[in-house]
């Protein structure tokens, strides 16, 4: 499958099989998600893995869908608003990367933003200044969901003189 392809068929999964994933696997996911691109090569990502008791307590709505594995990817603070907000950047594409890695493999990532809810960023024990980017769910999806349409392209281009 081409990187297009893979771009254009990724899904946002919501119910997962009960099969475990591989941890070598998801190691190599989260290795290559970090070739992302990232000013000054800081790396601002950090990744926490949710046990089952911390899990528990965040109390997600379909508790992931039920994947096998959740996982928090946090960013760093910056020194300045302006550093934060390329930090925030560079762990979006980070994800990004990851969500690719993990769907060439088959497997399917549910991403919920609710780790920035701040009874939430302290069960996940977040420091001060760091963001949370979001809170995943990976495993064997039960089904990809179907593409929704998406605005053309061409709407969304302006040109400067």
Same mark, same amino acid.
């Given at each position: 499958?081409?990187? #297009? @392809?893979? #771009?254009? !068929?990724?899904?946002?999964?919501?119910?997962?099989?009960?099969? /475990?994933?591989?941890?070598?696997?998801?190691?190599?996911?989260?290795?290559? &998600?970090?070739?992302? /691109?990232?000013?000054?090569?800081? @790396?601002?990502?950090?990744?926490?893995?949710?046990?089952?008791?911390?899990?528990?307590?965040?109390?997600?709505?379909?508790?992931?869908?039920?994947?096998?594995? =959740?996982?928090?990817?946090?960013?760093? /603070?910056?020194?300045?608003?302006? @550093?934060?907000?390329?930090?925030?950047?560079?762990? !979006?594409?980070? =994800?990004?990367?990851?969500?690719?890695?993990?769907?060439? &493999?088959? =497997?399917? =990532?549910?991403?919920?933003?609710?780790?920035?809810? %701040?009874?939430?960023?302290?069960i996940l024990g977040v420091s001060e200044g760091y963001d949370v980017i979001g809170l995943f769910g990976i495993g064997y999806p039960q089904? #990809?969901? &179907?593409?929704? /349409?998406?605005? %053309?392209?061409?709407?969304? #281009?302006?040109?400067?003189?």
């Amino acid at each position: 499958m081409s990187i #297009i @392809e893979t #771009i254009k !068929s990724r899904r946002s999964v919501k119910a997962f099989k009960p099969d /475990p994933i591989q941890e070598q696997d998801l190691m190599s996911w989260l290795e290559a &998600a970090s070739y992302a /691109p990232n000013h000054r090569l800081n @790396e601002p990502w950090e990744i926490k893995m949710v046990g089952p008791e911390t899990r528990a307590r965040l109390n997600h709505k379909t508790d992931f869908g039920s994947a096998p594995v =959740v996982l928090a990817v946090l960013s760093k /603070p910056g020194a300045t608003p302006f @550093e934060r907000d390329e930090n925030v950047m560079a762990v !979006s594409c980070y =994800v990004q990367n990851f969500l690719l890695a993990a769907y060439e &493999a088959g =497997v399917g =990532v549910y991403w919920a933003s609710m780790g920035a809810l %701040p009874q939430n960023r302290e069960i996940l024990g977040v420091s001060e200044g760091y963001d949370v980017i979001g809170l995943f769910g990976i495993g064997y999806p039960q089904e #990809i969901p &179907a593409m929704k /349409p998406r605005t %053309p392209i061409s709407s969304k #281009i302006s040109y400067l003189s």
